[in-house]
């Protein structure tokens, strides 16, 4: 009923930058806590950044002064500001959004991934 649709992946030299967008759509009462995700190859997923519904966020030590998270909630959308990319930040972005509706206080939505590849 709730799903996240990322973009803005794509192929980008060390040092450029990407911006990511993921819009919720569906049965939405409020949007609490949304954030991005990463999975290299090889590597378990891990938290890169998060931004709750009053605004306070939380970086990965690794991003930290390079990206920034934001949302717009009149368009249930969260983004991630990517500058200085690495080789190492090659991986699938995930958006992940904890989700109130009509029928449950706490639904986890993760989107499909969008890929980020950054070359040397």
């Known amino acids: 009923q709730v799903q996240l649709v990322e973009s803005g992946g794509g192929l980008v030299q060390d040092g450029g930058s990407l911006r990511l967008s993921c819009a919720a759509s569906?049965?939405?009462?409020?949007?609490?806590?949304m954030g991005w995700y990463r999975q290299a190859p090889g590597k378990q997923r891990e938290l890169v950044a998060t931004?709750?519904?009053?605004?306070?966020?939380n970086y990965a030590d690794s991003v930290k002064g390079r990206f920034t998270i934001s949302r717009d909630n009149a368009k249930n959308t969260v983004y991630l500001q990517m500058n200085s990319l690495k080789p190492e930040d090659t991986a699938v972005y995930y958006c992940?959004?904890?989700?109130?509706?009509?029928?449950?206080?706490?639904?986890?939505?993760w989107g499909q991934g969008t890929l980020v590849t950054v070359s040397s």
């Open positions: 569906g049965n939405i009462l409020k949007i609490n806590t």
């Open positions: 931004v709750t519904s009053g605004g306070s966020t």
């Open positions: 992940n959004a904890a989700v109130l509706t009509i029928i449950k206080s706490n639904l986890e939505v």
